[in-house]
């Protein structure tokens, strides 16, 4: 005698899923909540007013201009020497305090210079105005320039006017 034995009727498990796209909802709306997003960083620089087409021509000195160059493998010169950018903040330190206000700084740079270049000679630049004004701020009014009102910081401004201009491959931007 043989026995036949029954195949079980076996149920297929099943997965409820009606409440999947909500849970996905939520994960998707919690990690965009606290996830923190990369802001772009650059140059805060504030550029003139654009101008009508009429160009004029000033005459500079050549005793009141700083010529820095970025060249097409990095290499700051400024007026045709070398330097790093502590020379430069120096130099520019310096020459700024030596002419007044009339004086220019032009920066010149090469179409095939890193903006890491670039940058760091905006930075040194920035640094040397900074350091200018901190230094006449304690002199006249014996904090940082960061600390002074208003008035007190256009009087220093004044001073020590930031006057650059930019060139790219000799003409000017």
Do not use: C, W
Request: hydrophobic fraction near 35%.
């Amino acid at each position: 005698m043989r026995l036949r034995l029954r195949k079980k009727d076996r149920d297929v498990p099943e997965l409820n899923t009606t409440s999947t796209a909500d849970i996905s909802f939520m994960l998707l709306v919690f990690f965009l909540v606290t996830t923190s997003m990369d802001t772009d960083k650059g140059l805060d620089k504030q550029l003139p007013p654009p101008e009508d087409d009429k160009v004029e021509l000033a005459t500079v000195k050549t005793n009141t201009m700083l010529n820095i160059r970025v060249d097409a493998n990095d290499n700051i010169s400024v007026n045709d020497s070398l330097a790093d950018t502590q020379v430069l903040i120096a130099q520019v330190k310096d020459f700024v305090s030596t002419v007044g206000k009339s004086h220019i700084i032009t920066i010149d740079t090469d179409e095939n210079a890193s903006y890491e270049a670039y940058f760091k000679v905006q930075d040194a630049v920035k640094t040397a105005y900074a350091e200018l004004r901190n230094d006449a701020s304690r002199k006249l009014y014996g904090r940082r320039f960061s600390l002074l009102g208003q008035a007190e910081k256009d009087r220093i401004r004044q001073m020590f006017p930031q006057r650059v201009t930019e060139k790219t491959n000799g003409e000017d931007i």
